[in-house]
């Protein structure tokens, strides 16, 4: 049997690995140095690269992401950590403003290879301030790279393609997944950004996922099994560069399409993706497409609200079963 | 002949006669500008930096040319005074294909990145972290490199001000942080709308670091207080924040006639005009009015063939819209 390992540790080992590889690979950010960052997820970097490659930053996300883009300008590969994502609000001008921008218009001038890290999603009942999934936040922007992983292998081998990426990425590690325990990523492990990845074949509905939903999908497609539907699950693993070739290819075996996605049905993701299949593979389609997405309200604290609001496994398979009946 | 400003810097004429050609060439260059915006040669906006040379040209005169510059939307006299040809300003302004961003930036993102001008921002204040990124990028790569930002008064009552200059302060980082203060936050006078009379310099302290005013008009001035700020940083010795009092001879943007500003403060400010001072100091070192008529009239035949040759350039190929998003070239977000 394979070793297993945990995706909290594979953000460190990910980290570790890039950072072993290029001299031009610093970290910053809040609590990620001595204290090995509130998630536990750049554990032993500080002991290993010292304070000249990891460095403590004040509560300051303008000045964290502000001078990340400063130093990509001018020959570091720097890694910002933005704590929780909804931090991003914090320093929103660096991620819509200047840092997916500032390439294009200078004219191709300069690159800005650099990786903002962040905590993603809810689950864990951290309140409306501190469970949002934001990808949808970036995702409006052009000009932006980015990546969500849902496993341990893939968030090395992503965080790999991230920091040699020399374009931004905006990198989605899930609070709900840090400890969910999946097989160690091989040595030199490399996965491209922008393959999604067809998690389990099946037959009769694809369910398209991300991060935290392709564990909901999962599990949801297991039970599925026993009622005789047989469930594809995509793992999209990056929004950009968006893999829409292999949506299409599995919807092409499905005719049927559900996307499970954790940000806000409005303005989420899944509208992108299913704007893109209505356009360019309506003749495939044996059924409506349907979103399992966030409720449009704020994240609410306690169990219960939360699991009214987010995608969980019963409302996927529900969704499942209304659309292999249509 | 040479002018003692300070016990450590002095001048020598020819020297202060090239900073002279230099700034006259930023004005003639802002002159042509708004011409040519008024005539709707150049659409969409412009923010003249006529008025604040002294403050480019005097700080560069004090940089090395590895060194990296950050301005503002009020950034074409950093960009000349960084080695941008006036006809790559130009150009740009007037969407052509020849400008220094390739028709893509417009006035108010003008960057010459061989040069070091790594950009003008638009967003008040955001370039401070920025520069403060370059300079911590310096410092690490070991390469003794400072790096500026350029800003006006405005940005001193904006967020991202504070950040910087808080983290630059801790990091001890090799940047100067450089106030252009012309008194007027776009219509607004700075003073209503600020908690201390120097917006820059009184909020230094406040993180730690030193910070002088000075008389941004007078080009000497400006480079001998960047001298002793950019041998600070270079020394490892940390940002230092300096306030460059100026004033703008012509509106806000695009057609603001600047009407809010009382007639004796504008005219108070003409006779303070940077060139005229520069002149003054010149004609005190002996130097020949025909050899400064001359420098004149070299900057505006340079400006004049610049104008024609950004008029005769060809405009954008449409396809050019979708190259440059990504460091490949292209623009590609999906299979």
């Known amino acids: ?326 | 002949m040479t002018v003692s400003t300070n016990e450590s810097v002095t001048v020598d004429a020819s020297r202060l006669l090239d900073w002279y050609e230099q700034m006259a060439l930023i004005r003639q260059t802002e002159k042509a500008a708004y011409d040519l915006f008024m005539s709707g040669a150049v659409k969409g906006t412009t923010h003249l930096a006529a008025g604040h040379e002294a403050v480019a040209v005097g700080t560069s005169a004090a940089l090395r040319d590895d060194d990296y510059v950050f301005a503002t939307y009020r950034g074409h006299h950093h960009a000349i005074a960084r080695g941008a040809a006036p006809v790559e300003c130009l150009a740009e302004l007037m969407s052509k294909a020849t400008g220094l961003c390739a028709a893509k930036g417009g006035s108010m993102h003008l960057t010459k990145a061989d040069k070091g001008m790594l950009g003008s921002y638009a967003i008040v204040g955001s370039h401070l972290p920025i520069a403060a990124g370059a300079a911590w990028s310096a410092k690490l790569r070991g390469t003794e490199q400072i790096a500026v930002a350029f800003f006006g008064d405005g940005a001193t009552n904006i967020g991202a001000f504070h950040e910087a200059l808080n983290l630059a302060a801790v990091w001890k980082l090799p940047v100067l942080f450089v106030c252009e203060n012309n008194f007027y936050m776009e219509y607004t006078p700075i003073a209503s709308v600020t908690s201390v009379p120097n917006p820059a310099a009184d909020r230094a302290s406040a993180h730690g670091l030193p910070a002088s005013i000075i008389n941004g008009n007078d080009v000497v001035e400006v480079h001998d207080a960047m001298k002793l700020a950019v041998d600070r940083a270079r020394a490892g010795d940390g940002p230092t924040v300096i306030e460059a009092q100026t004033y703008r001879h012509y509106g806000h943007s695009r057609t603001d006639p600047a009407k809010y500003r009382p007639a004796d403060e504008v005219e108070r400010w003409m006779q303070r005009d940077p060139l005229l001072i520069t002149r003054n100091r010149l004609t005190e070192l002996g130097i020949e009015a025909a050899d400064i008529e001359a420098a004149d009239a070299r900057a505006a035949k340079a400006v004049q063939a610049a104008v024609e040759e950004a008029k005769n350039a060809p405009s954008p190929d449409p396809a050019t819209a979708f190259t440059d998003v990504w460091a490949d070239g292209g623009a590609a977000w999906r299979n």
């Open chain 1, 1 to 326: 049997m394979a070793e297993l390992t945990t995706y909290r540790e594979a953000v460190s080992e990910g980290l570790a690995r890039e950072m072993r590889r290029d001299p031009s690979v610093v970290c910053l950010g809040e609590d990620i140095g001595a204290a090995e960052g509130v998630f536990k997820t750049t554990t032993g970097l500080f002991a290993e690269f010292g304070p000249e490659r990891i460095w403590d930053t004040p509560i300051s996300e303008q000045a964290i992401v502000g001078a990340a883009m400063g130093a990509a300008m001018t020959g570091l590969r720097p890694v910002a950590e933005i704590m929780f994502s909804d931090f991003f609000a914090c320093c929103y001008d660096y991620l819509a403003n200047e840092i997916p921008k500032v390439r294009y218009m200078t004219g191709g001038q300069v690159t800005v290879p650099l990786v903002v890290r962040t905590a993603n999603g809810g689950g864990l009942g951290f309140g409306a301030q501190h469970s949002q999934a934001v990808e949808n936040w970036v995702f409006t922007v052009p000009g932006l790279k980015i990546a969500a992983p849902s496993t341990p292998a893939d968030v090395v081998g992503l965080m790999a393609s991230a920091v040699r990426s020399d374009d931004p990425v905006i990198f989605f590690e899930h609070k709900g997944l840090f400890g969910t325990k999946g097989e160690t990523a091989p040595p030199n492990h490399v996965v491209p950004l922008g393959e999604a990845s067809v998690v389990r074949p099946g037959n009769d509905v694809t369910l398209v996922a991300l991060a935290s939903t392709v564990k909901t999908a999962l599990s949801a497609a297991d039970q599925l099994a026993g009622e005789d539907i047989s469930v594809e699950v995509v793992d999209l693993r990056c929004l950009v560069p968006l893999d829409a070739k292999t949506v299409l290819a599995s919807v092409a075996r499905t005719s049927h399409l559900v996307l499970v996605e954790e940000n806000p049905y409005q303005g989420g993701w899944g509208a992108t993706v299913a704007s893109i299949v209505a356009d360019e593979g309506f003749e495939l389609l044996d059924a409506p497409i349907r979103r399992v997405a966030a409720e449009c309200v704020p994240l609410p604290f306690a169990d219960a609200l939360e699991d009214a609001v987010i995608p969980t496994v019963d409302k996927v398979i529900d969704a499942v079963r209304r659309l292999a009946a249509f």
